[in-house]
C-alpha cells in the first residue's frame, strides 16, 4: 500500500471524527461556524477526492479523462481550501461597523474568486507519476496545472499574512492562529516536496490544519471561552468610553460650579444680613447637594461596583439632619402636605462618618415620598443606640402616598414605577437604585413595606462613630495658616480662576494667577515661590511634564492639583504622578483644609 493511500486514510478517520462530534454539539448560528463547517465539509471531499486521483493514476492510460476531470476537481477543493480559510481570516478581521449586514459579500467574493480559479485549473495540462521506492508507492501529480494551484495557495496566504499585520482588530489572535494553522500545513507539503520532489499536494496533510484549528478554535467549548473574551473586551471598551464622557461631564458641571459655592462662601462670611446669609446658606446646600448627586449618578461604577471608598468626617448629627430636610422640603411644592420631623434625643451630638452619603441617601427617599405623596403627611424618623463608642441609627421615611403596587421592581435600573399613572413626576429611575447602593456600602440595608393606594415606609440602618469636643479641637479640618506663603494658581477659566483666588485669599497665602501653563513657567523663572495650583489637562502639556518642569525650579515646591476629576481613585492617581496634594473643585472648606494641613503639618 502506498504511503499516500495510508496517510489519507488516517486523515479521513480523523475527519469523521471531528465532524461527528462538531454537528453533534449545540452552536451559535454564526458566519464563522458557517465558514468552518464549509472547510470541514471542503477537506472531506478533498481527501475523497485524493484517494480516488490515486486510484485512478494507475489506471491513467485506459481512463485519461476521467483522471483528469478528477484530478482538477481535486485541485479546485485544494485552492478552495486555501481561499475559504484567506474569506475566514478576512471576516474576522473585518470592521463590524462598517460591513455590518453586509456578510453576503465574502460568499461572493469567495465564488467569483474561485470561478476564475475553476477556469484555468481545468485549462492546463497535468502530468501523472507512480515511482516506487523502499517505503512503497510514490503517486503524485505534477504539471502546469498543480503548478499554478500553488502559486495560487502561497499568494492567498501571504494576502491573508499582510492583511493580518495591517489590521488594528481586537480578533487579530483568531486570524493569527487561523492563519499559522494554515501556513504550518501548507510548510510541511513544502518539507514532503523537500524529500520528494514530485510531490505538490498532499490534501491529507493540509487536512490536518482543519483538525487542529477545532481543538484551538473552532471547538464549541473553545468559541464559547473566545466569545466571552471577546464580549469582555467589548464590555470594557463599551465602559472605559462610558468613564471617560461621564468624567468629563462630571468636571464641566463641578467647574461651573465652583464660582457658586466660592462666592456664596464668601458673602456668608462677610455679610451682616441675615436674610441674605440665610438664603446664600439654601443656595450653598443645594450646590453641595447638586455635586454630591452628580458624583454618584454619574460614576456608574457607585451602582455596578462597591469599590468607592467611604469619606468619614466628624459633623454636627442634628444640624446636618435639619439642613437635609429643609433642602429636601422644597419637593412639597405647595401641596398640603404635613412634614413631620421626629429625632431621637439621645442621639450624640457629634457622630464619625460618611455624611455625605447618609444626607443624599435621606434626600433620595424624602423627595421620592415628597413627589408621590398628594396630601396627608410624610414623617422623618430617627431613632438610636449607643453601645461604646458605637452608635446604631435607624432611620425612616413614612407617607401617605400613592403607595407601591410592585415592589419586586423597585430597584430596576432606570425603571419608573405605574410611568402611566404618574407621568407628571420627573425622574429617571435611578434614584432609589442609588439609594441601595449608598446603604449596602455604609454596611446596613434598606427594607421597604408598602400598601397599594395608602403609602409607604423606607426603612434603613447604619452604624457611625461617635465624637467628642475634644476632636473638634484637634480636627484636622481647622484652618492651617500659610502667612508668608507664595503661590500661583494655574487654571484656563477666568471665572474658577478668580473663584480660586478669592478662596485661597483667607489663608494669608500671597497669590498670582494664570492661564497657561507656560505662562507659569515664566513666572517661576522670575520668582520663587511655595506653591503651585495647577489645573491638570488646561493645555497641550501633559500634567507630568508640567510637573516634573515645577520640580526643576525647587524640590520643596508643593504641586497641587486642583481639578474637579471626581471620578473613583483621582486622588491616588495623582499622588502616585507625584503631585504633593489633590484638591477637587468646587472648594470646599473643610476638604482644602484637610488637605492643606496634610501637606504643611508640622
Same mark, same amino acid.
Given at each position: ?22 454537528? +453533534? ?53 485544494? #485552492? ?19 460591513? @455590518? ?5 465574502? +460568499? ?17 495540462? /497535468?502530468? &501523472? ?6 517505503? +512503497? ?16 495557495? &502561497? ?18 489572535? &483568531? ?10 500545513? *501548507? ?11 514530485? #510531490? ?24 464559547? #471561552? ?46 451682616? /444680613? ?74 450624640? *451630638? ?5 455624611? #455625605? ?12 415620598? *415628597? ?86 415606609? *423606607? ?32 487654571? /484656563? ?40 495650583? &495647577? ?18 525650579? +525647587? ?9 474637579? =476629576? ?27 483644609? @484637610? =488637605? ?7
Amino acid at each position: 500500500m502506498s504511503v499516500t493511500l495510508v496517510t489519507e486514510l488516517f486523515s479521513f478517520i480523523f475527519l469523521l471524527i471531528i465532524v461527528f462530534v462538531y454537528l +453533534g454539539k449545540k452552536k451559535l448560528n454564526t458566519y464563522d461556524n458557517a465558514f468552518y463547517i464549509a472547510i470541514l465539509f471542503i477537506s472531506i471531499t478533498g481527501l475523497v477526492l485524493e484517494f480516488v486521483d490515486t486510484i485512478l493514476i494507475y489506471y491513467r492510460d485506459s481512463y485519461r479523462l476521467l483522471c483528469d476531470v478528477i484530478n482538477n476537481l481535486y485541485m479546485l477543493c485544494v #485552492v478552495s481550501y486555501v481561499l475559504m480559510m484567506v474569506t475566514y481570516i478576512l471576516y474576522i478581521l473585518r470592521d463590524r461597523k462598517k460591513t @455590518k449586514n453586509k456578510e453576503v459579500y465574502y +460568499g461572493v467574493m469567495f465564488v467569483v474568486i474561485l470561478l476564475i480559479e475553476a477556469i484555468v485549473i481545468s485549462a492546463l495540462p /497535468n502530468e &501523472y507519476h507512480i515511482n516506487e521506492s523502499f517505503i +512503497g508507492y510514490e503517486i503524485y501529480v505534477d504539471g502546469a496545472g498543480p503548478t499554478f494551484c500553488s502559486i495560487v495557495c &502561497y499568494v492567498e496566504i501571504v494576502i491573508a499574512l499582510f492583511y493580518i499585520a495591517l489590521c488594528k482588530n481586537k480578533s487579530k489572535r &483568531y486570524a493569527y492562529i487561523s492563519w499559522s494553522i494554515l501556513a504550518l500545513a *501548507f510548510g510541511l507539503v513544502i518539507l514532503a516536496r523537500f524529500i520528494y520532489p514530485g #510531490v505538490t499536494f498532499l490534501f491529507s496533510i493540509i487536512s490536518y490544519g482543519t483538525i487542529i484549528m477545532f481543538f484551538i478554535v473552532q471547538s464549541p467549548d473553545a468559541r464559547k #471561552v473566545n466569545l466571552l473574551k471577546d464580549i469582555k473586551e467589548n464590555t470594557d471598551e463599551i465602559n472605559n468610553k462610558k468613564m471617560e464622557f461621564l468624567s468629563n461631564i462630571s468636571k464641566e458641571m463641578r467647574t461651573a460650579l465652583q464660582p457658586v459655592v466660592v462666592l456664596s462662601n464668601d458673602i456668608i462670611d462677610n455679610s451682616s /444680613n441675615k436674610e441674605l446669609k440665610e438664603n446664600m446658606n439654601n443656595i450653598l446646600e443645594a450646590s453641595y447637594l447638586l455635586m454630591d448627586v452628580t458624583k454618584n449618578i454619574l460614576d456608574i461604577n457607585l451602582i455596578e461596583d462597591s469599590s468607592i471608598k467611604l469619606n468619614e468626617v466628624l459633623y454636627e448629627f442634628e444640624k446636618e439632619m435639619l439642613l437635609t430636610t429643609k433642602m429636601s422640603s422644597s419637593y412639597i411644592n405647595n401641596k398640603p402636605i404635613n412634614f413631620i420631623i421626629d429625632i431621637d434625643k439621645n442621639v450624640p *451630638f457629634y457622630l464619625y462618618g460618611d455624611v #455625605v452619603k447618609i444626607k443624599q441617601i435621606i434626600n433620595n427617599l424624602l423627595s421620592n415620598a *415628597f413627589k408621590y405623596t398628594e396630601s396627608g403627611s410624610v414623617t422623618f424618623t430617627v431613632r438610636a443606640n449607643t453601645v461604646d463608642n458605637k452608635c446604631t441609627l435607624t432611620f425612616e421615611v413614612k407617607d401617605t402616598g400613592i403607595g407601591i403596587e410592585d415592589t419586586s421592581r423597585l430597584f430596576t435600573k432606570f425603571d419608573r414605577m405605574d410611568l402611566d399613572k404618574n407621568s407628571s413626576i420627573k425622574g429617571t429611575g435611578l434614584g432609589l437604585v442609588i439609594t441601595r447602593n449608598l446603604i449596602n456600602q455604609l454596611g446596613g440595608d434598606l427594607k421597604v413595606e408598602s400598601v397599594y393606594g395608602s403609602g409607604s415606609t *423606607f426603612t434603613f440602618t447604619v452604624t457611625q462613630g461617635v465624637g467628642n469636643s475634644c476632636e473638634v479641637s484637634d480636627n484636622p479640618n481647622s484652618t492651617v495658616n500659610l502667612l508668608g506663603k507664595r503661590a500661583i494658581i494655574c487654571d /484656563n477659566n477666568k471665572f474658577n480662576l478668580n473663584a480660586s483666588k478669592r478662596f485661597l485669599e483667607k489663608y494669608n497665602i500671597s497669590l498670582v494667577t494664570c492661564l497657561k501653563s507656560d505662562m507659569m513657567f515664566d513666572l517661576l523663572e522670575k520668582e520663587k515661590f511655595d506653591i503651585v495650583f &495647577y489645573e491638570p489637562y488646561l493645555d497641550s502639556n501633559d500634567p507630568k511634564y508640567v510637573l516634573r518642569k515645577v520640580k526643576n525650579y +525647587g524640590d520643596n515646591i508643593k504641586v497641587i492639583a486642583l481639578t474637579s =476629576e471626581v471620578m473613583n481613585h483621582a486622588r491616588e492617581k495623582y499622588l502616585s504622578e507625584g503631585f504633593d496634594g489633590y484638591i477637587f473643585k468646587p472648594l470646599i472648606k473643610n476638604n482644602v483644609n @484637610k =488637605e492643606l494641613n496634610e501637606i504643611f503639618k508640622e
